[in-house]
């Protein structure tokens, strides 16, 4: 099944997005990521549960600053 997850996450430059970027993508389970350094913003549609996304956000270094289940 599913889900779909937003995060606000500070991201000062590309390379944090990049960051961000490689950690869920080696991530077996995730369909969809949208990463926006403009809004500090991440997307993800992904068969996995909400807490192994935060911290595979978190395990980056990056600061998350909100998080919810949109689905």
């Known amino acids: 099944m599913s889900h779909q997850y937003h995060f606000e996450v500070t991201m000062s430059c ?3 997005s990049g960051a961000v970027n490689r950690v869920l ?3 077996d389970g995730v369909s ?4 926006s350094l403009e809004k500090q913003s991440v997307d993800v549609v992904t068969d996995l549960d909400y807490d192994t996304i935060y911290n595979t956000i978190a395990k980056t270094g990056k600061k998350i600053n909100d998080g919810k289940i949109i689905q």
């Open 32 to 35: 969809k990521l949208d990463i």
């Open 25 to 27: 993508t080696k991530l």
């Open 14 to 16: 590309s390379g944090c």
